[in-house]
């Protein structure tokens, strides 16, 4: 295993001291990052003490360390995944030769693209939840939102190095540039849709990690899979730090859904809303919106993108090495959901351009076994409901469903039909103003919002009440 070299001012086990060129620039744009962090980083806690999980090293047992840190004072650092030994790149026309430890010249501008679209995401996320501390529902869910923010910013400088270490002066402007762009201002937004919704209340924080973040996941995977040896391995290690987010996400919803079943039998009613608790109807329909914007990152049903990038090496399918076919997909089908008239259909596309949809298929698998658990929760207190997902032509902005107006049981209906269903399906005024009623913060160790229940357990085996943030 690689030692993290503390002694330079960036933890990295890239060896970074011995690429004087490369350390002077990460330099250079380390306290560009610091002073963005400052700007747009979690509004009002700065100068507190988190109890965070720093990464040390990328040893699959004691990869990191817990205690109190100020965030300015994180250790963002640069951490790849320890290299295999002779690895081969395991699909699309390069299959078989080895890993490019360099950026292979023709791929060039198509590589970037990808790396500078998956490292814009990250701030993204952090500039979206930056107001959410000043309401958190409790210490424990303030250092969570605190944990996600720094890793997404780890992130960012992830991407930041392969820019800088690969791509030259393009690389630094484009790293440069990462730091520019905002969520949501419409002179200089982040470059995908999702990433410019706001993120207004904690209900909708907890679907984002649950469904955005998740499709983060997914493209994370699938670059892993890349011939880009060094983009592989970054992607690898992130990949670590990105299943607590899952974990928040997952776990935040179904302490909602929890909740919300015990005020429905406590007050024998499924207007808990009068009780300080959220409704399933609202939770279905915050639901119904992170699904369908969370699908649209996904891009395209038929992608001669999705093509280009599989076949030149550059991005896998999720899990590409456990998939029992030729890596190739050169003469194979895949079948993807249209609308055809006022019907959808399911029709053989050629797998190459279907490569977008087949990862969305796989994002959908892994967002419904999740909510199959919160529906456990609502069984077992003998409640009458479940949770689904949407159709996934429902509320959709790109590709084959964009412009047309389908339920979320998947009936294609016209403007008005669907229009007049609109805050039965989305959050209305009415609920998100409701929900951001709920958004009183709480921050006595050990207590929660009347909107959430407490979790199972604490971080890193430390109690629940334990003083995750420091605010005294
Ligand atoms: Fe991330
Ligand atoms: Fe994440």
Not at 379 to 407: C, M, N, T
Request: glycine share 8%; net charge negative.
């Amino acid at each position: 295993m690689a030692d993290i070299d503390y002694i330079s001012k960036i933890p990295n086990n890239v060896d970074l001291t011995s690429n004087r060129r490369l350390q002077r620039a990460l330099e250079d744009w380390q306290p560009k990052f610091l002073a963005w962090w400052q700007d747009m980083g979690p509004e009002g806690f700065q100068a507190r003490d988190v109890y965070l999980r720093t990464a040390t090293s990328v040893d699959a047992q004691g990869w990191a360390k817990f205690g109190y840190v100020k965030m300015p004072d994180y250790r963002w650092g640069i951490f790849l995944a320890e290299p295999e030994p002779d690895r081969r790149i395991t699909f699309g026309d390069y299959k078989g030769q080895p890993a490019w430890q360099d950026v292979p010249g023709e791929h060039r501008g198509t590589l970037r693209r990808l790396i500078v679209t998956q490292g814009d995401t990250e701030p993204a996320s952090v500039e979206q939840q930056r107001h959410l501390g000043r309401t958190c529902p409790s210490l424990y869910d303030l250092r969570n939102i605190f944990q996600v923010n720094v890793e997404e910013g780890r992130h960012l400088w992830a991407m930041v190095y392969l820019l800088q270490a690969h791509f030259g002066r393009d690389g630094r402007e484009e790293a440069e540039q990462l730091l520019q762009r905002r969520s949501g201002d419409s002179d200089k937004p982040r470059i995908l849709g999702a990433f410019n919704e706001q993120t207004p209340d904690w209900l909708s924080y907890f679907m984002f990690c649950f469904f955005t973040d998740r499709d983060g996941k997914y493209q994370l995977a699938s670059l892993a899979e890349s011939g880009f040896d060094p983009l592989a391995r970054t992607c690898r290690f992130m990949l670590t730090e990105e299943a607590h987010h899952m974990f928040i996400g997952e776990t935040g919803i179904q302490r909602v859904v929890q909740r919300t079943c015990e005020l429905m039998r406590e007050h024998r009613t499924e207007d808990v809303r009068r009780h300080g608790g959220i409704d399933l109807a609202t939770i279905q329909k915050y639901l119904n919106f992170h699904f369908s914007v969370s699908l649209d990152l996904f891009g395209s049903e038929v992608s001669t993108n999705a093509a280009n990038f599989y076949t030149a090496g550059l991005k896998g399918r999720f899990e590409e090495t456990k998939k029992d076919d030729d890596h190739q997909l050169k003469g194979a089908t895949y079948p993807v959901l249209a609308p055809a008239g006022d019907r959808i259909v399911s029709r053989d596309e050629p797998a190459l351009p279907a490569l977008n949809e087949r990862l969305r298929d796989d994002y959908v698998v892994d967002c419904d076994r999740g909510v199959q658990r919160w529906n456990q929760v609502i069984k077992k207190h003998g409640i009458d409901v479940e949770l689904a997902l949407p159709h996934r032509g429902f509320h959709r902005a790109i590709g084959a469903f964009a412009g047309l107006h389908v339920s979320p049981d998947g009936r294609i209906l016209d403007a008005a039909q669907w229009e007049a269903k609109r805050n039965d399906w989305l959050p209305s005024a009415e609920d998100q103003a409701f929900v951001g009623s709920l958004m009183t913060p709480v921050v006595e160790p050990g207590k929660f919002a009347s909107w959430i229940a407490p979790p199972a357990r604490g971080i890193n085996g430390q109690p629940v009440d334990f003083e995750y943030v420091r605010l005294g």
